[in-house]
């Protein structure tokens, strides 16, 4: 009898201290929901501007056939892409952003291939594209050009021999 009175009384424990596990871990899981709730995130203007940036140097870097260079650039564009995806997902903008997924990955080809002359054409598309976008989510006022003026005067384009 004493063994099942102890193995009672053992179960009470545990059970009583599961509940106390199980009100302190949901304690965790809403104050870490909360932070994440009111946390940073970045704004679409934010990742845009940031692709604006990769646009001009994907551009100095593909003129200069840097192709490591216009590589690196073409992917970071792409993980922005991404990032837009996964971070605004309250913005009905996003919805539109898969429309540049065909050019660029066409100038992503042209880069890969070191062709220079596709890969002008398709900086053309992927830049008309940008803008096609803008003007269906009416943001039609912010026009992206082909830079002429490198965006940074303290990065080499060229590849040095």
């Not at 949901?26 to 970045?42: F, H, M, V």
């Not at 692709?51 to 593909?62: E, N, P, S, T």
């Not at 056939?65 to 309250?90: G, K, P, R, S």
Request: aromatic fraction near 8%.
């Amino acid at each position: 009898m004493k063994p099942l009175l102890f193995l009672y009384s053992l179960l009470i424990m545990i059970s009583c201290n599961q509940k106390t596990n199980n009100s302190q871990l949901q304690s965790r899981i809403d104050s870490l929901e909360k932070k994440l709730a009111t946390g940073y995130k970045p704004g679409l203007g934010e990742f845009m501007s940031g692709i604006q940036v990769h646009h001009a140097k994907l551009w100095f870097a593909g003129q200069n056939q840097n192709w490591e260079l216009a590589d690196f650039e073409i992917h970071e564009i792409m993980e922005a892409l991404d990032d837009i995806q996964n971070v605004n997902t309250d913005r009905p903008e996003v919805k539109s952003i898969k429309m540049i997924n065909p050019p660029l990955d066409n100038l992503n080809k042209a880069v890969q291939n070191h062709d220079i002359t596709s890969f002008k054409t398709n900086f053309v598309l992927l830049t008309a594209t940008c803008n096609s976008c803008h003007q269906a989510t009416e943001h039609g006022f912010n026009v992206i050009k082909i830079p002429d003026t490198p965006p940074f005067s303290n990065q080499e384009f060229s590849l040095k021999k």
